[in-house]
């Protein structure tokens, strides 16, 4: 649980309050490894799923409103989505592989 910060100042001009730091080696992001080693595509009525390196243990299909339609525990490098029973729209996949979780929008 996080406790709530208290932050009170004075009118005023207040300088050197607040420092930027530049550093030039250093990279902001999340996990781009991760999403980069993850394919989504679709292929026909299929909802395809691809790393290159890692299993994926588990895939969760979501629909617009967030309801849970699939879940699937391919433990393998690809795994397929037949949608082909599913009406048109936009999905969501939240894909897990080692412990770390990847959400994909996808559309049918």
């Known amino acids: 649980m996080r406790k709530g910060v ?9 300088e050197n309050r607040f420092e930027i730091r530049y550093h030039p080696e250093t990279v902001l992001g999340t996990s781009a ?3 980069e080693n993850l394919i989504v595509y679709r292929d026909g009525n299929d909802f395809v799923v691809k790393s290159p390196t ?14 849970l339609l699939l879940k699937l525990k391919p433990n393998h490098k690809e795994t397929r989505i037949d949608t082909s029973n599913f009406v048109n729209g936009t999905y ?3 894909i897990k592989q080692d412990g770390n979780v990847v959400t994909k929008k996808i559309i049918r």
Do not use: P
Request: no cysteine; proline share 0%.
């Open 54 to 67: 890692k299993t994926i243990s588990e895939v969760e299909l979501y629909d617009a409103s967030g309801r």
């Open 33 to 35: 490894s991760l999403k």
């Open 92 to 94: 969501v996949l939240k």
């Open 6 to 14: 208290s932050f009170t100042a004075n009118e005023g001009l207040t």
